[in-house]
């Protein structure tokens, strides 16, 4: 027995663990897969000589969280690596927009696309640096964010809070035509975006834009030197050194739950592991409710609202070995750790209306990583590794694109679909396809397999629509909580508040969760709290 069994070694579940374990928890992490990371980790998958990143490559969330900055993982080998630039949005002309390490040369960049937009962008980040700590404070930290929100609006004020808040809330369509005159400002807001579900019409697309774009300007976009998986070494050696424990190739059946409380669970192989405090799961919310915990034990109301859960969109992501740098027309590009191609603000929306009504885009908005610009250890020198992934839709109806694709995603279709890509990126690096040694293409269904939390490659949780963030994430009536109807069990995953993003928020407040209810005073109202939370809406 132990205090806690953590389901799930994935960031948020590591971050989770580590918090317990520094509060001097017993803890046991119990991972499906042969090795922990969950949508963090790395190989030589594309190329034996080159590294790859499996799923998630850059790491500007992780470098910004204050959960993160606090485990100190430099003190267990990681380190982070920037590459000069941070992120380029190339245009067919040839122009370029590049947000660098240093504002005024992001500013100066933008200028030369617009007349005033380097101000603009200046104007933006000022804004940042006037709330931007306060702000990381309130979306990674407990919902609802009471004293950073109020360090937040007595900066601003009643009229200055009234403002931010509607250019958070406002479509990032929209924000970039009040804000610039020229199309580089809006496309690097509208392509940090985009790494979510949102379309440039939806509303708060403004917020994941700027946030990320902010955390870019103030941290950069670093990856860990070796790859992604260095990231997750770090957090196990930090729990290990700790006394906490993770066991690969530990699928979990169920959560057992006894006397009305999670007590711990029952692995795929039969055995029960007793958890005497609390059991925190690392998956996602589908596979939690109705999966890990039988409806018996959950309120009516929830089998309701999970029906109603929304996966974000599918993944599919191509990974090459280089014989050299990609030649892109634009040399600004060559200086980025990432890059965004789409050839405009009509494009991007464009590209998200195929994908709303299922169809497969026949012009995809590509997010392109350059590993070896940012980390020369990931290939041979004077190469290149390199990523990209666009979006699909979780349920195919048709293809804008010429190759007939239905979804099943065999072997034609995935080719068709790299191929489709690649072209792409020749339109702005004429040769590149000469410089492909090998490729490895992950298909949506790939996703799933490697990650069973990454639902045909949805990499957030769930959608990052307004209508599941908050409190009504993962559903209405968690109150963007990770308590779960079940006392002594939390919801760690990106499922819960804040979402998706390697920032180990979600992990780290629901150990904080049960830290709480395991005091004095939180053994008296855990009770109650679950019941106000789970049964009053909808019993």
């Given at each position: 027995?132990?205090?806690?069994?953590?389901?799930?070694?994935?960031?948020?579940?590591?971050?989770?663990?580590?918090?317990?374990?520094?509060?001097?928890?017993?803890?046991?992490?119990?991972?499906?897969?042969?090795?922990?990371?969950?949508?963090?980790?790395?190989?030589?998958?594309?190329?034996?000589?080159?590294?790859?990143?499996?799923?998630?490559?850059?790491?500007?969330?992780?470098?910004?969280?204050?959960?993160?900055?606090?485990?100190?993982?430099?003190?267990?080998?990681?380190?982070?690596?920037?590459?000069?630039?941070?992120?380029?949005?190339?245009?067919?002309?040839?122009?370029?927009?590049?947000?660098?390490?240093?504002?005024?040369?992001?500013?100066?960049?933008?200028?030369?696309?617009?007349?005033?937009?380097?101000?603009?962008?200046?104007?933006?980040?000022?804004?940042?640096?006037?709330?931007?700590?306060?702000?990381?404070?309130?979306?990674?930290?407990?919902?609802?964010?009471?004293?950073?929100?109020?360090?937040?609006?007595?900066?601003?004020?009643?009229?200055?809070?009234?403002?931010?808040?509607?250019?958070?809330?406002?479509?990032?369509?929209?924000?970039?035509?009040?804000?610039?005159?020229?199309?580089?400002?809006?496309?690097?807001?509208?392509?940090?975006?985009?790494?979510?579900?949102?379309?440039?019409?939806?509303?708060?697309?403004?917020?994941?834009?700027?946030?990320?774009?902010?955390?870019?300007?103030?941290?950069?976009?670093?990856?860990?030197?070796?790859?992604?998986?260095?990231?997750?070494?770090?957090?196990?050696?930090?729990?290990?050194?700790?006394?906490?424990?993770?066991?690969?190739?530990?699928?979990?059946?169920?959560?057992?739950?006894?006397?009305?409380?999670?007590?711990?669970?029952?692995?795929?192989?039969?055995?029960?592991?007793?958890?005497?405090?609390?059991?925190?799961?690392?998956?996602?919310?589908?596979?939690?409710?109705?999966?890990?915990?039988?409806?018996?034990?959950?309120?009516?109301?929830?089998?309701?609202?999970?029906?109603?859960?929304?996966?974000?969109?599918?993944?599919?992501?191509?990974?090459?070995?280089?014989?050299?740098?990609?030649?892109w027309s634009s040399p600004g590009v060559a200086r980025a750790g990432t890059v965004h191609l789409a050839s405009g603000m009509d494009a991007l929306t464009g590209c998200c209306a195929e994908l709303a009504t299922g169809r497969v885009p026949g012009e995809p908005f590509i997010l392109l990583g350059q590993m070896s610009t940012a980390?020369?250890?990931?290939?041979?020198?004077?190469?290149?590794?390199?990523?990209?992934?666009?979006?699909?839709?979780?349920?195919?109806?048709?293809?804008?694109?010429?190759?007939?694709?239905?979804?099943?995603?065999?072997?034609?279709?995935?080719?068709?679909?790299a191929d489709r890509l690649e072209r792409l990126i020749e339109r702005y690096a004429p040769g590149f396809r000469d410089r492909v040694i090998d490729r490895r293409v992950i298909a949506p269904p790939a996703f799933q397999l490697h990650n069973a939390n990454l639902r045909n490659g949805a990499l957030n949780g769930g959608t990052s629509?307004?209508?599941?963030?908050?409190?009504?994430?993962?559903?209405?009536?968690?109150?963007?909580?990770?308590?779960?109807?079940?006392?002594?069990?939390?919801?760690?995953?990106?499922?819960?508040?804040?979402?998706?993003?390697?920032?180990?928020?979600?992990?780290?407040?629901?150990?904080?969760?049960?830290?709480?209810?395991?005091g004095p005073l939180g053994r008296l109202v855990q009770p109650s709290l679950t019941a106000l939370r789970h049964g009053i809406s909808g019993t």
């Amino acid at each position: 027995m132990s205090d806690t069994v953590v389901i799930g070694s994935g960031p948020n579940g590591l971050v989770a663990a580590n918090v317990l374990a520094d509060a001097g928890w017993s803890v046991d992490v119990l991972e499906a897969q042969p090795e922990p990371g969950g949508g963090v980790r790395s190989d030589r998958g594309a190329h034996p000589d080159y590294v790859s990143d499996v799923c998630s490559a850059f790491y500007p969330m992780g470098v910004a969280s204050p959960v993160m900055r606090a485990l100190e993982l430099d003190r267990y080998g990681l380190r982070w690596r920037h590459a000069p630039a941070v992120l380029a949005h190339p245009l067919p002309d040839g122009r370029c927009a590049v947000l660098e390490r240093d504002v005024h040369r992001t500013a100066e960049s933008l200028e030369e696309l617009g007349a005033g937009d380097g101000e603009a962008w200046t104007r933006l980040y000022r804004r940042w640096e006037h709330i931007g700590d306060d702000l990381l404070a309130a979306l990674f930290g407990p919902f609802p964010p009471l004293r950073a929100g109020a360090a937040i609006a007595a900066r601003l004020r009643p009229a200055g809070m009234l403002r931010m808040l509607r250019f958070l809330l406002s479509p990032v369509r929209r924000a970039g035509e009040e804000e610039f005159s020229g199309p580089g400002g809006p496309l690097l807001l509208a392509g940090a975006a985009l790494h979510t579900d949102l379309s440039p019409e939806a509303a708060g697309g403004t917020a994941f834009g700027w946030l990320l774009a902010m955390i870019g300007q103030q941290y950069g976009w670093p990856v860990p030197e070796g790859g992604g998986g260095e990231l997750t070494r770090a957090l196990v050696r930090r729990l290990e050194a700790r006394g906490g424990r993770v066991h690969c190739g530990t699928p979990v059946a169920s959560v057992v739950v006894a006397g009305g409380r999670a007590a711990g669970v029952r692995t795929a192989s039969g055995e029960t592991v007793r958890a005497d405090r609390a059991v925190l799961a690392d998956v996602a919310a589908p596979a939690l409710y109705g999966g890990l915990v039988g409806w018996e034990h959950l309120p009516p109301s929830l089998r309701a609202d999970m029906r109603r859960f929304q996966w974000d969109l599918a993944t599919f992501k191509v990974d090459w070995a280089l014989s050299g740098p990609i030649p892109w027309s634009s040399p600004g590009v060559a200086r980025a750790g990432t890059v965004h191609l789409a050839s405009g603000m009509d494009a991007l929306t464009g590209c998200c209306a195929e994908l709303a009504t299922g169809r497969v885009p026949g012009e995809p908005f590509i997010l392109l990583g350059q590993m070896s610009t940012a980390d020369p250890t990931r290939s041979p020198a004077g190469t290149e590794s390199v990523w990209a992934y666009t979006h699909v839709p979780q349920r195919v109806t048709g293809d804008a694109g010429p190759d007939g694709i239905t979804g099943v995603w065999d072997e034609r279709e995935s080719t068709a679909m790299a191929d489709r890509l690649e072209r792409l990126i020749e339109r702005y690096a004429p040769g590149f396809r000469d410089r492909v040694i090998d490729r490895r293409v992950i298909a949506p269904p790939a996703f799933q397999l490697h990650n069973a939390n990454l639902r045909n490659g949805a990499l957030n949780g769930g959608t990052s629509a307004l209508h599941q963030q908050l409190v009504f994430r993962p559903v209405p009536g968690a109150l963007g909580r990770p308590e779960t109807p079940v006392p002594g069990l939390y919801l760690a995953s990106a499922s819960a508040h804040p979402g998706g993003g390697v920032h180990g928020a979600c992990g780290a407040n629901a150990a904080r969760a049960a830290l709480r209810a395991n005091g004095p005073l939180g053994r008296l109202v855990q009770p109650s709290l679950t019941a106000l939370r789970h049964g009053i809406s909808g019993t």
